[in-house]
């Protein structure tokens, strides 16, 4: 998962002066997803995906994820173990 590559990076990384930020965008109205034939209840415009990026970078966030309540449950779904969550995925 790049996530994890990119925490086992970050602390070398950092000492070397590079910034490691992952951007995890979970809904973003596109024409990718408007073809989704499943509801997307947090779906978010590609404007509001931009500003929330830009800001992310410019707090120094390590992730940006968005948005919250999609991107909190796929962070839960991360935390299971790879067969239950491939079975949810279904």
Known sequence: ???????????DLDRAG???QVVNPVSVRTP???RNDYPMPFLI?????????????????FEIAFPGPAAFAVQRLC???????FRLMR
């Open 1 to 11: 998962m790049l996530i994890t590559l990119a925490e086992s990076l970050k602390f």
């Open 18 to 20: 590079v910034k490691i």
């Open 32 to 34: 990718m997803t408007a």
């Open 45 to 61: 415009g590609a404007e509001d995906a931009a500003a929330r990026i830009a800001d992310g970078l410019v707090k120094d966030d």
């Open 79 to 85: 935390d299971l173990p790879s067969c239950a969550d």
